[in-house]
């Protein structure tokens, strides 16, 4: 079967990752973009961001001619499909801003009334329920060969090209069965075994996405919401009670790690968007606005078991090892590395960062103000505690000697729960959901 020709419309984390992977599978594609720099940038093989295997794959397609960058929208010309991944990100005040998606509707309205063969658009980017039947659709409703199927994206940061190379399931929503049947031609085209398909009407389609990302950020709330139980009670372990309840398989492992709270550009972005689109619907939201309130207090958590070791103190220094959102990524949307920096920066504490990959786009935030360390052991040396806020690898395997040779004082707060408590006796240890241990 002939492959399809692909364009991309949005080259932010999810559309470079799809156009990237594509290019690698065989497909023709162009990733169409308005930000030049980042053209510029592409077109040398460079990504403004990082995900495992995504530069190497893309130098690689670019060798072999199957992937180019334009601003130019009449490149979709040369396409069979064009999939929109443009961000759709928060208002100040929380709701969805489609500004990006209205702007790529009229583009791709004014280049696609020249075209005399189908072709179809996929909407991939996350926009509330009937966006696409009630802004969409009726833009382009005069182009007789042009569908319109909304697709979500379940690819998570730091795991992107696996998750699409293997998608627990497509969710394509169409208005009408043929459309549907456009883009499964091209995943046949795609994957030699075919993951399920549910096919489904646009608005489920686009719910789907938001009760996904509800129900993982659900879950995190909830299990913050127990380790939070879990500090009060001696010996207590939020961990052992994630593994326990977790080999339920009602529940399941995943999205159980009590940590700092969750962050990212999608599941406080999709959580905030959904409260507000369902704010219409009066008291029916109160429970997603509690999982959004449980997630910002984890910040307090941490504040108070700074407070509980004395080093909120403008005399005393704070080392944060973890920057990032999560491992994997040098993302930092929504990251609690940067509200708790700010916190302790108000208080007057000296502070000092480190992370393998996040360290460069920290500086945008708060350039002299504090110290950034390439290598663990600087941030470390002279420091009264130790935050750990991201799960890296580099950071599980840190033994005790490197936090004795080099801290000033033994104040180890551990909120992703990577190190093993019972090693560190001799510290002043602290994690989140890990009872309160020596001191109760
Ligand atoms: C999330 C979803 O997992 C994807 O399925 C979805 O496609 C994506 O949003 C999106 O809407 O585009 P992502 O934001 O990349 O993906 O990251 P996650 O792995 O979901 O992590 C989000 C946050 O939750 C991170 O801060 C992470 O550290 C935290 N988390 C995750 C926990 O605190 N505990 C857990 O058990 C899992």
Redesign the pocket.
């Known amino acids: 079967m002939k492959k399809s020709k692909i364009s991309v419309i949005g080259l932010g984390f999810?559309g470079l990752t799809l156009a990237v992977i594509n290019a690698k599978e065989g497909f023709d594609t162009i990733g169409i973009d308005s930000d030049k720099g980042k053209l510029k940038n592409l077109r040398r093989g460079k990504t403004d961001f990082y995900e495992p295997n995504l530069s190497k794959y893309l130098k690689e397609s670019m060798k072999g001619d199957k992937i180019s960058f334009t601003e130019d929208f009449n490149n979709v010309l040369k396409t069979d499909i064009t999939f929109i991944t443009v961000g759709t990100p928060s208002t100040k005040d929380g709701r969805i801003d489609l500004t990006s998606l209205k702007k790529v509707i009229s583009e791709l309205y004014n280049v696609l009334k020249n075209k005399s063969t189908n072709h179809l658009i996929v909407i991939k980017s996350?926009v509330v329920p009937t966006t696409t039947s009630q802004i969409v659709l009726p833009k382009l409703k005069n182009l007789k060969n042009v569908s319109v199927v909304v697709n979500p994206?379940?690819?998570?940061?730091?795991n992107a090209l696996k998750d699409l190379v293997k998608p627990h399931l497509i969710v394509i929503g169409c208005d009408n069965n043929k459309d549907c049947k456009a883009l499964e031609r091209y995943y046949k085209q795609f994957y030699k075994t075919m993951p399920e398909i549910l096919k489904t009407d646009n608005s489920t389609a686009e719910m789907i996405?938001y009760a996904?990302?509800a129900f993982?950020a659900t879950k995190?709330s909830f299990i913050n919401s127990i380790a939070n139980v879990c500090q009060k009670l001696p010996l207590v372990d939020v961990n052992t009670i994630a593994y326990a309840i977790g080999k339920d398989s009602r529940i399941g492992s995943?999205?159980?790690?009590a940590?700092p709270?969750?962050?990212?550009?999608?599941?406080p972005k999709?959580l905030s968007a959904l409260i507000k689109f369902t704010d219409k619907f009066h008291d029916l939201n109160s429970f997603f606005k509690a999982v959004e309130n449980v997630n910002q207090l984890q910040l307090i958590q941490i504040i108070k078991m700074l407070k509980s070791m004395k080093v909120l103190d403008s005399k005393k220094v704070i080392a944060v090892l973890g920057l990032a959102?999560?491992k994997n990524t040098d993302d930092l949307r929504e990251a609690v590395s940067i509200k708790l920096v700010k916190n302790l920066l108000k208080k007057g504490i000296q502070v000092k960062v480190h992370d393998p990959m996040a360290l460069d786009n920290f500086k945008n935030f708060f350039n002299k103000k504090i110290s950034y360390c390439k290598k663990i052991e600087d941030c470390l040396k002279g420091a009264n505690c130790c935050v750990i806020l991201t799960e890296w690898d580099d950071y599980k395997k840190l033994k005790t000697n490197v936090f004795r040779n080099n801290m000033k004082e033994l104040n180890i707060i551990d909120t992703r729960r990577i190190l093993d408590p019972t090693k560190f006796n001799e510290f002043n240890f602290k994690a989140i959901g890990l009872g309160p241990g020596k001191d109760c």
Not at 254 to 257: S, T, V, Y
Not at 261 to 267: A, E, I, M, R, W
Request: charged share 20%; with cysteine; glycine share 18%.
């Open positions: 999810v996350t994206e379940f690819l998570r940061e730091g996405k996904n990302n993982l995190i995943q999205f159980l790690q940590g709270g969750f962050g990212g550009s999608c599941l999709d959102f999560k």
